[in-house]
T-cell receptor, first 112, second 114 residues
């Protein structure tokens, strides 16, 4: 089992719709969860961080965390073409207390 | 506030040569991480410094890779001798708090070994 798993996509969503990105992780001790956006040829940039079960909203973005199910998701409302990018899920690896582990990313494409 | 800076942005070297990558973290960030993304694969953890100490180097591929952070400021990652499979984008990131704070990434160094 991979440490952090994401569907690689591409996920195609019409403009204005909700994009839903999912991530599962294998370390039950993980406490910190992050979503990064990476445009082609660029470095990852932080979109959201979440530490507690439930939902966290920031503008058009909502992160959802369910530690019992070891599942974290990102919802993007009113999707825009500029949201087209690869979305990376990252999780801190509690057993080492140092590592932050990344999933392979989901490629999101917003079609006009 | 300056972000994480990496140098060079690109490097093309021949198999068997040596390359040294440099990372300057955000001022005041004790935690410095190196990651690598090989084409088509996920961003893989290489190692983590807290100040000048290596906290976790479990992701270093082999002993051809040497990372240093003398004085706890900038860090270097040396590959010697380089192999074809070392090609990829090497990212440096820094954070204020170990494992619990978001990482701030540099723009990466694209390494091509021919």
């Amino acid at each position: 089992q991979k440490e952090v798993e994401q569907n690689s996509g591409p996920l195609s969503v019409p403009e204005g719709a909700i994009a839903s990105l999912n991530c599962t992780y294998s370390d039950r001790g993980s406490q910190s969860f992050f979503w990064y956006r990476q445009y082609s040829g660029k470095s990852p940039e932080l979109i959201m961080s979440i530490y507690s079960n439930g939902d966290k909203e920031d503008g058009r973005f909502t992160a959802q965390l369910n530690k019992a199910s070891q599942y974290v998701s990102l919802l993007i409302r009113d999707s825009q073409p500029s949201d087209s990018a690869t979305y990376l899920c990252a999780v801190n690896w509690r057993s080492s207390a140092s590592k932050i582990i990344f999933g392979s990313g989901t490629r999101l494409s917003i079609r006009p | 506030e300056a972000g994480v800076t990496q140098f060079p942005s690109h490097s093309v070297i021949e198999k068997g040569q040596t390359v040294t990558l440099r990372c300057d973290p955000i001022s005041g960030h004790d935690n410095l991480y190196w990651y690598r993304r090989v084409m088509g694969k996920e961003i893989k953890f290489l190692l983590h410094f807290v100040k000048e100490s290596k906290q976790d180097e479990s992701g270093m591929p082999n002993n051809r890779f040497l990372a240093e952070r003398t004085g706890g400021t900038y860090s270097t990652l040396k590959v010697q001798p380089a192999e074809l499979e070392d090609s990829g984008v090497y990212f440096c990131a820094s954070s204020q708090v170990r494992g619990e704070a978001p990482l701030h990434f540099g723009n990466g160094t694209r390494l091509t070994v021919t």
